[in-house]
Nanobody, 128 residues
């Protein structure tokens, strides 16, 4: 089991930036692919970004490409989501997710059902 805790959410004006963090604890000696998802009010949870265990491979939803950057620090069991040029439509609860993979695997997942471990979420609100 691995536990995930997100932080860094808040209220920001459109065009501003936020940096989300997700810290893993528990069974962290295993390799995990990590993902960020978000759920806006009245909508289903959607993929935002994913990163392989090594950090060498990443993927982004079209809606955030060029604005968001996912990164990780395995020594600190942490994954970040740097969000720049925020838009009103980025308002959502952001969730961190983890899926165990093979060592040195370049695997990451875009589908939320591939991730068995989830954080509790952090709220991001973008105002005009």
């Amino acid at each position: 089991q691995v536990q995930l805790v997100e932080s860094g959410g808040g209220l920001v004006q459109a065009g501003g930036s936020l940096r989300l963090s997700c810290v893993a604890s528990g069974r962290t000696f295993r390799p995990y692919a990590m993902g960020w998802f978000r759920q806006a009010p009245g909508k289903e949870r959607a993929f935002v970004a994913a990163i392989s265990w090594s950090g060498g491979r990443t993927s982004y939803a079209d809606s955030v490409k060029g604005r968001f950057t996912i990164s990780r620090d395995n020594a600190k069991n942490t994954v970040h989501l740097q969000m720049n040029s925020l838009k009103l439509e980025d308002t959502a609860i952001y969730y961190c997710a983890a899926a165990e993979v093979s060592y040195y695997s370049g695997t990451y997942y875009l589908n939320e059902y591939e991730y068995p471990y989830w954080g509790q979420g952090t709220q991001v609100a973008v105002s005009s």
